[in-house]
């Protein structure tokens, strides 16, 4: 732990806010390689020591956060020919106050779980459940693919934050797991909006509702 | 079973076959004597029945046996109904718990195949005919067995005899129950038999009728013998109402009998002066007295709630 | 040994089907072989039943099972040695009918599957009657069920087989899961799916849960009001001897599930008697009053089962009473007459539909009004269907009138000597019954009379033929018993005074022959009998020469077979008094000016509880449930927002 | 021997995708069933099977549940070259080789012992069932994959933050344990307790996604009603069996930790919603195939209510498990028949599926007859016994909602079965040559028998595996 884990932490979660607030697709997903990156150098940050173990998870996630998959989405993007968020579920001024009020509930919710010494008063947790919601909110309001799995990928740096309190007491197949899910995931998400924006000419999800009752 | 139960056996038998005609006759003279007119004479129709048991037959050529049957069944279960009443204070000749079940469902029997024999001609008048009989006396029955209910409860018996015989007894314990339930059973002997207020037997429009026209195809000694069965029903019906309006006890053949006696013909002149003095109910009124005699016995029922 | 007779012959029944299925599709051996068979295991198994009545109760078999809670245990005491009498005589009866009814020749696809499954409900009856643990119970109820409505949908082409057979499954499949949850109670106080005696004094509510349970689950087989809904349409649509078995012997699995677990009660509460008692009242005077309105003859007999499963019930339902107030006579006479009403109702009952069948058979319509004069074209038939129309209105000399007379007797004896008011309602039970037996007569003149009296109203009706032997003989054997019982009542009760032993456990036995005049009714029916034949030969002898002529007709010059009486007019009196419960429904024309174009006029009596009721509730949870779909809209967002909500649901479930 | 049950499929998958011939390829499906089956039949009378340093290892949950989808995937894997040879326009390439992956991934969940590891494997169950639900290949399937893994991997995604809160809470702030499962329940009760039921409800609502627990059960109906009715039988038998199993995980973990009644409270709950829901979506379901996705929802709720009775209750689940996942292969091949047979598989279009295909239409019939807890079959067993526990558990009200959900759920199934199976086929149905063959009923033929028989008998040796399965969830020894 030391004196950088808190500020980045505060930008991670100004990059919340951004993506929550933008309606250009180039700058949502900007925004999530950005938060992409400060996850890597976080993880250098969390632990005292920096070993060998540590700079494979802050490259791996610098990688694929920042570079790789942002930049499969911009191709998507480019492909599909589609710039905009336009009328999301509800409105970009509803969802950053959405956003604001789960970073809150958050950190409520962090104070009533007991934290290891070491992460007593650090906004670690309450980063981690922020960024989660974060990513939850972005889920069920946008309407694109492409901002869906960008949503996704907000919800899974939260639990890469989470997993990051544990980066030392736990061998390493939890960073594993990260990455792969990251990975494939989105790597099979990117075929399927592939498929998807073939057969449908547009990644726009609610035309996806065939499929009901 | 000693010399007077053969007495009295034999006495029943004779009541039962032999008085019937002549409450018919009575109830006949006393609507003549209403009427102003002599009538017809008291043994009118003893000669009915036996000349008719004499006559040749016309059959309609669409009915079956079922159509001879009727007039056999209905005869023989009146029959043998009026086996199982108690005459006269005697003890009835098939006594036995559970007798009055016997004795209503032969009436009922009975009652089947004069409806089916009407409905064999595939007339529509006797079918309109079997259609009202079949009606009202779905409704007479519960009236019928709620009064018995009311004598059983009364009497503690199950038995014809017992329930009617023992009327001293109840008169005291349920006096006002026996009231409502003789009323009820006026009426429901009223309509078993045909008489006014629930039907005229001597209308002459067929659309009014209900008994005469089930039967106006039977002639000869088919029809002799309806006409017989008919008297006998009167018989048994009006019976009951005798039974416990009069309370007499077998202690002496001598007094019991003819006192019995007495009481049915007294009932025929009871019948007969309803019938001047009333006039014939529209059908669509009947059901509603006869729910209304149900009423009458289902509130006996109640009265014994204590 | 007696017990293995019974297992032998389910086995029998339950194979009866098979050979048939690898015979040819033409040839006849698979039907007789088929026929054989339940015949042979009829006879081993009510040789195994008979058995029991005389003897001492055998300790009963039992095999492993190795299922959870389950046994293979077979108990064959005399309640249950009744009804397996019946399932195997009513069973095998149908199947010599189906012989010439439903013969493999006229109908290749779907004969062999038929005698299958009828095998099968044979099979399952059986196996329900003897089972001795819950499982083994409800393995035979399901397999009964099952079959039941696949030999009902037999003819499944058509859209109103496939209708009454769904509503069919449905019913019975809601029972099937009431007895689940009765059996799981059950054990829940006994501790075991062996059918113990239920203490109703130390668990109070428990007991009357499994008896409501039992009542909803075993009344839906019965057919009790109001739980009578599927049975009008399946017993009309079914194929007339399988009609004959469900109306026959089917039902009365639920009242032998309803008087065994009578029977497991402990010291029931009054309010359980009554509660039957109340319940078969009801249902016999609805059950007849809706059989009156009807104008299709099978559907018309099926209300008919409903009256007749009341007056069961109403002899239960006495039964049940004299058992918590501790008076055997009412235990014996109520039981006596609902277990006798039970085999007679078997009897008659099927004696109608096989009736039914072959006018249908001879006919091709079971449409009252189309028929009409067929006395003379199928005097066997017609005469067998008028034994069984006067058994079934409980009128002496026959069988129905001594079980309504014990029942009657059951009644009338509690009115004497109690303390309460509950006598009360047994008081007016009896006019009740009075008026059932009453409506009957008239239903069933409606019915005779108009299927088989006067002239042909139709075409169907003037090419008709007398049935087949096959078709005639277990008529004639149904009519036969008919006769003995009513006539010899005294023959069948040592088998009832069994049962009521064996039903009542500790209460003191009185034998039935000192609590009802048996042998007085034996006389009073042999004295009817004397004099109708005395009266029939002294006509005869008096109509040796009769003139022959037309009908009556009041001066009108062409009277038509048209203007008879229909039996729609013969039962409009009645429909009319009992349209506040009927709600008959009538197409009457409005007739304009002096001469109005030719018109037509129909009415009809749909079930209340099923068309007016179940099925527009139904509908409206349907319509209700529908609504519901948005939930599913195939939008993700949706989705993913349902995911949400239940991990904050969760979060805050406890803190 | 525990890294061959999960390296032979996976083996076979591989080869599957370097054979040339579209015609063989689906041949080496039901040899890789076989070779599966028979390596499971000799690892379970091996007293103890492990493997990678304790990662794998064969407890009796997983006994159970490894041997019933060996069984499972042997007898739906026969019926994989039939329907690929009726389906020769598909490059069946990816379907051949996903679906022996499945298996090999399907095993490794069941032989997990490791907290990260069984999440690793479900994850890789999402990947491999994918491109399965995917193989029609049309605006439908796509859709329905889309949602299958949108919705999948968000609760994958729960199931892993889940996963860290467990953690967190045994190694940061409470008992200081290993992830292994053993150690984690012989550790439980040090557990922090703030963070096991945070990390209780994020693993029951991640699992239950996979599992298809109502409200999370949205991608069910789609993904069944899409993919052809053998990937159905393998995931309703198969994958919601493995989310079952790591559940039942989390649910050893909290009764160690003496939160058992928190986690029974919560699935009784979700077990009878599930129900509910599943009631409502079977009422005029016109699809018969989205009807079955529904009966999977329904049954999925069946067996988290029985374990959540607890006692007799969690036998009666681990019966259940094995009792609906066979007669799920009965309905979901048999209905898949029917579908090729009359091209649709709307109830609208589709009558008399016993006159066009008897043996399918007879299997339709007799599977829901099944599934719906008649007697003799299995499942009748299975639900008798959760109703027993509830009953004797004085659950009574309980009892009776599960009652009631199954009164409306057989209310609207049958309508569907029977409108699909009775009748005659409606005119306008186009004539297909599909006819009952050999290699399309053996297998649902296959399935049915099994149901029957465990209807009327539980081989002793699987009686066994239950009810040390059934003990080892409940943790009595």
């Known amino acids: 732990m030391n004196e950088f884990v808190d500020p980045l932490l505060v930008a991670v979660l100004l990059t919340n806010f951004f993506v929550l607030g933008t309606s250009r697709l180039r700058a949502a997903i900007t925004g999530t390689a950005l938060q992409g990156s400060i996850l890597g150098v976080l993880a250098l940050f969390v632990h005292h020591e920096i070993d060998f173990r540590i700079l494979l998870v802050a490259g791996g996630a610098i990688l694929l956060k920042a570079l790789v998959i942002p930049g499969m989405l911009l191709r998507a993007m480019r492909d599909a020919a589609i710039r905009r968020e336009i009328d999301p579920v509800i409105g970009f001024i509803p969802s950053l106050m959405l956003g604001a009020l789960g970073t809150g509930l958050a950190v409520v919710f962090a104070n009533t779980l007991p934290l290891a010494s070491s992460h007593v008063g650090s906004l670690l947790v309450p980063a981690a459940l922020a960024t989660v919601i974060t990513g939850f909110i972005l889920l069920t309001t946008r309407r694109k693919a492409i901002m869906q799995v960008g949503g996704y990928l907000v919800l899974e740096n939260g639990i890469f934050i989470m997993g990051l309190t544990l980066l030392k007491a736990v061998p390493f197949l939890v960073e594993l797991g990260v990455l792969l899910d990251l990975f494939v995931g989105v790597f099979v998400m990117g075929i399927i909006i592939e498929h998807i924006s073939r057969n449908f000419s547009s990644l726009d999800t609610s035309r996806l509702s065939s499929l009901k009752e | ?306 | 040994m007696n017990e293995w007779l019974v297992v032998a012959g389910i086995i029998l029944a339950a194979l009866s089907g098979v050979p048939g299925l690898v015979l040819s599709r033409r040839g006849t051996a698979g039907e007789r072989l088929a026929t054989g068979l339940l015949g042979l295991g009829a006879a081993l198994a009510s040789t195994g039943a008979i058995r029991t009545f005389g003897g001492v109760p055998g300790p009963g078999l039992s095999a492993p099972w190795p299922v959870p809670g389950a046994l293979f245990a077979v108990r064959l005491d005399p309640i249950a040695a009744i009804f397996v009498l019946q399932v195997f005589v009513g069973s095998f009866l149908a199947s010599l009918y189906g012989l010439a009814y439903w013969p493999q020749a006229e109908h290749p696809f779907n004969g062999r599957k038929l005698r299958l499954f009828f095998g099968l409900l044979a099979a399952g009856m059986g196996t329900v009657t003897i089972a001795a643990n819950a499982m083994f119970f409800l393995l035979g109820w399901e397999v009964m069920a099952i079959a039941a409505f696949l030999s009902l949908t037999t003819v499944d082409e058509r859209r109103e087989v496939r209708e009454v057979g769904y509503v069919y499954l449905v019913a019975t499949h809601v029972g099937t899961l009431s007895l689940f949850a009765m059996f799981t109670l059950i054990e829940s106080i006994t501790g075991s799916f062996a059918f113990g005696g239920v203490d109703t004094v130390a668990h109070p509510v428990l007991a009357s849960a499994v008896f409501a349970l039992a009542v909803l689950g075993f009344g839906l087989k019965a057919g009790i009001m109001p739980l009578h809904v599927w049975l009008p349409g399946a017993h009309a649509r079914a194929p007339t001897h399988v009609s004959a078995v469900m109306s026959g012997v089917l039902l009365k699995m639920g009242v032998y599930g309803l008087v065994r677990v009578g029977a497991m009660l402990v010291e029931p509460p009054v309010w359980q008697g009554a509660v039957v008692l109340g319940l078969g009242a009801v249902s016999a005077v609805l059950g007849v009053a809706f059989a009156i309105g009807q104008h299709d003859l099978k559907r018309l007999l099926a209300y008919h089962s409903v009256e007749n499963v009341g007056i069961i019930f109403m002899g239960l339902g006495v039964a049940l009473i004299g058992k918590s107030v501790g008076r055997p006579e009412l235990v014996g006479l109520g039981l006596a007459g609902a277990l006798l009403h039970t085999w007679n109702h078997g009897i008659f009952k099927a004696l109608l539909f096989f009736g039914a069948g072959s006018v249908i058979h001879a006919t091709g319509t079971q449409e009252i009004d189309h028929l009409g004069g067929l006395g003379r074209r199928m005097p066997l038939t017609s005469v067998l269907f008028l034994v069984g129309a006067t058994a079934i209105c409980g009128l002496p000399p026959l069988n129905g009138f001594v079980s309504e007379l014990f029942v009657y007797l059951g009644l009338g004896r509690s009115l004497a000597g109690v303390n309460g008011t509950w006598w009360v309602l047994t008081a007016f039970a009896i006019p009740t019954l009075a008026l059932v037996g009453a409506l009957a007569s008239a239903c069933f003149a409606k019915a005779f009379g108009a299927v088989f009296l006067g002239t042909g109203r139709s075409e169907h009706a003037a090419h008709a033929h007398e049935a087949r032997w096959p078709m005639i003989v277990p008529m004639v054997v149904l009519a036969a018993l008919c006769v003995v019982i009513g006539v010899a009542p005294a023959l069948f009760a040592p088998a009832l005074d069994g049962a009521v032993v064996a039903w009542s456990g500790r209460a003191a036995h009185v034998s039935l022959a000192e609590l009802a005049p048996l042998s007085l009714v034996s006389v009073g029916a042999a004295l009817l009998l004397g004099v109708i034949g005395l009266g029939a030969l002294g006509l005869r002898r008096r109509l040796r020469r009769v003139a022959t002529t037309g009908t009556w007709d009041c001066g009108y010059a062409a009277p038509t077979a048209r203007m008879q009486y229909t039996s729609s007019s013969f039962a409009q009196n009645l429909t009319r008094l009992f349209s506040f419960v009927l709600w008959p429904r009538t197409h009457a024309p409005t007739v304009r000016g002096s001469f109005p174009a030719s018109t037509s006029f129909a009415s009809e009596v749909p079930d209340a509880v099923l068309d007016r009721l179940m099925v527009p509730a139904l509908r409206t949870v349907e319509r209700m449930m529908v609504w519901l779909r948005w939930i599913q809209a195939g939008n993700v967002h949706l989705y993913l927002t349902y995911i949400v909500a239940a991990i904050v649901l969760l979060l805050l479930w406890r803190p | 021997m525990a890294l061959a049950l999960v390296l032979t499929p996976l083996a076979f998958a591989a080869l599957g995708a370097l054979v040339p011939s579209q015609r063989w390829r689906p041949w080496l499906v039901p040899v890789c069933g076989a070779t599966h089956l028979a390596l499971v039949a000799f690892a379970l009378r091996e007293p103890t099977v492990t493997g990678v340093g304790g990662y794998l290892a064969l407890d009796h949950l997983g006994r159970l549940i490894l041997g019933f989808i060996s069984v499972l995937y042997f007898l739906s894997s026969i019926y994989a070259p039939g329907y690929l040879a009726l389906r020769t326009e598909r490059e069946n390439r990816v379907f051949t080789a996903g679906i022996m992956a499945v298996l090999g991934v399907m095993s490794l969940v069941t032989l997990s012992q490791h907290l990260g590891l069984i999440w690793v494997a479900m994850e890789a169950n999402t990947l491999a069932t994918a491109p399965l639900i995917y193989f029609n290949k049309n605006a439908r399937s796509i859709e329905a994959t889309w949602k299958y893994l949108l919705i999948g991997s968000v609760g994958i995604a729960l199931a892993l933050l889940g996963t860290f809160f467990l953690a967190y809470g045994a190694v940061a702030t409470g008992a200081d344990s290993s992830l292994f499962f053993s150690d984690l329940v012989k550790a439980a009760p040090h557990i922090s307790k703030p963070w096991l039921h945070a990390a209780f409800v994020l693993l029951f609502v991640g699992y239950g996604t996979k599992m298809g627990l109502a409200p999370m059960h949205t991608w069910k109906p789609d993904a069944y009603g899409e993919a052809p009715g053998l990937v159905g039988v393998l995931l309703a038998g198969g994958l919601t069996s493995c989310a079952f199993l790591a559940m039942l995980r989390f649910v050893q973990i909290c009764t160690a930790a003496g939160e058992g009644a928190f986690a029974r409270e919560i699935m009784v709950a979700f077990g009878l919603f599930s129900m509910a829901v599943a009631a409502v979506f079977m009422a005029r379901q016109r699809d018969y195939k989205r009807m079955l996705a529904y009966s999977s929802v329904e049954h999925k709720g069946i067996l988290v209510l029985g374990v959540g009775h607890g006692g007799a209750g969690v036998f009666g689940a681990m019966l259940h498990l094995v009792n609906n996942g066979l007669t799920k292969g009965v309905l979901f091949l048999s209905a898949g028949n029917i579908h090729r047979a009359f091209q649709s598989k709307l109830s609208d279009n589709v009558s008399g599926a016993i006159r066009r295909v008897p043996v399918s239409g007879a299997l339709f019939l007799a599977g829901f007859f099944a599934i719906t807890g008649s007697p003799p079959f299995g499942p009748f067993v299975s639900e008798l016994t959760i109703l027993r526990a509830a009953m004797n558990g004085q659950q009574y009200l309980v009892g009776a909602l599960f009652l009631v959900a199954l009164v409306v759920v057989f209310f609207g199934m049958g309508a569907t079965v029977l409108a699909v199976v009775q009748g005659e086929p409606p005119k306008s149905a186009p004539e297909t040559s599909f006819k009952d063959r050999l290699v399309t009923v053996a297998s649902p033929l296959a399935f049915m028998a099994l149901v029957l028989l465990l209807g009327l008998y539980i081989p002793p040796s699987l009686s066994t595996l239950l009810h040390n399965a059934a003990a080892f969830v409940s943790i009595t020894p």
């Open chain 2, 1 to 306: 079973m000693n010399a007077t139960r053969i007495l009295d056996l034999l006495v029943h038998l004779g009541v039962v076959l032999f008085l019937p005609p002549l409450l018919l006759g009575v109830i006949n003279k006393t609507k003549a004597f209403f009427g102003g007119r002599r009538g017809p004479p008291l043994v009118q129709l003893y000669r009915d029945i036996w000349r008719l048991l004499r006559k040749d037959t016309v059959v309609s050529t669409t009915t079956t046996w079922v159509f001879r049957a009727g007039p056999v069944v209905s005869l023989a279960t009146v029959l043998v109904a009026a086996l199982l009443l108690p005459l006269g204070g005697a003890e009835s000749p098939l006594a036995f718990t559970g007798n009055f079940v016997l004795f209503a469902y032969l009436l009922g029997l009975g009652r089947f195949f004069t409806i089916l024999a009407a409905l064999d001609t595939g007339s529509p008048f006797e079918g309109m005919g079997a259609a009202r009989e079949a009606t009202f006396s779905a409704l007479a029955e519960p009236a019928l067995f709620l009064g018995l209910v009311v004598l059983a409860r009364a009497s503690g018996s199950l038995e014809l005899g017992g329930m009617l015989g023992g009327a001293e007894g109840t008169w005291a314990k349920a006096g006002a129950s026996l009231v409502l339930v003789i009323v009820s059973l006026v009426v429901v002997m009223l309509v078993e038999n045909s008489r006014i207020p629930f039907d005229d037997p001597n209308t002459h429009l067929e659309l009014t009728m209900i008994h005469e026209v089930m039967v106006l195809d039977h002639s000869g000694p088919m029809f002799g013998m309806i006409l017989y069965g008919a008297a006998i029903k009167l018989l048994v019906l009006g019976s009951l109402v005798v039974n416990l309006v009069v309370p007499v006890t077998g202690e002496s053949l001598l007094l019991s009998w003819p006192l019995f006696i007495v009481g049915i013909l007294a009932l025929a002149v009871v019948v007969g002066v309803v019938e001047s003095s009333m006039a014939r109910l529209r059908l669509v009124q009947v059901p509603s007295l006869l729910v209304g005699a149900c009423l009458l016995s289902g509130f006996g029922v109640v009265m014994l709630v204590r």
